[in-house]
C-alpha cells in the first residue's frame, strides 16, 4: 500500500525557521533538520540562513556529497505543494494605507518643489557660462 506524503505550502514552512524548529525546502522536498544543526559540518547557522524559501540553490552550489543526500531522508517529512506560490504571500496595503503614503508624498513635493528647480536652474546657468567661455 503506497504511503501518502503530506504537502505542505511554503508559507507554512516558512514558519519553522529557528533552531529548535528548522524546516528546508530542497528540490521541492521539505526536510525538518532540526536534530541535525548541531551535526551540520557547516554549521547551524548556514542551514538556518536557508529556511523560509526555496533552499535548492544554496544546497546544490555546496557540493554535497551523495552520502549527504542519503542522510537526508532521514529529515524527509514532505512535500512542497505545487500550486503554491514560491514565496510566502507579500502583505497587501489597504487603499486607506496607500491613500495616506501618497498624500504624505504630495504634500512633500508641495512643500519642496523650489529644491530641485533651484538645482536644475544653478545646472542651466553653469553650463551657459561655460559654454559662453569656450
Known amino acids: 500500500m503506497p504511503t501518502l506524503t503530506k504537502l505542505y505550502t511554503m508559507q507554512e514552512a516558512s514558519k519553522h525557521k529557528t533552531k529548535d524548529d528548522c524546516w528546508v525546502v530542497i528540490d521541492g522536498k521539505i526536510y525538518d533538520v532540526s536534530s541535525y544543526l548541531d551535526e551540520h559540518p557547516g554549521g547551524d547557522d548556514v542551514v538556518l540562513d536557508a529556511t523560509g524559501r526555496d ?12 552520502s549527504a543526500r542519503e542522510l537526508m531522508e532521514k529529515y524527509f517529512i514532505g512535500e512542497l505543494e505545487t500550486s503554491s506560490p514560491a514565496i510566502p504571500e507579500l502583505e497587501i ?11 504624505k508624498l504630495m504634500h512633500l513635493t508641495e512643500q519642496f518643489w523650489a529644491i530641485p528647480v533651484a538645482v536644475v536652474g544653478i545646472s542651466v546657468v553653469v553650463g551657459f557660462l561655460y559654454l559662453q567661455k569656450k
Do not use: I, M
Not at 55 to 66: I, R
Not at 93 to 103: A, H, I, P, V
Open 55 to 66: 533552499a535548492t540553490d544554496d544546497f546544490e552550489d555546496a557540493g554535497h556529497s551523495k
Open 93 to 103: 496595503y489597504s487603499n486607506k494605507q496607500l491613500n495616506g503614503y501618497s498624500q
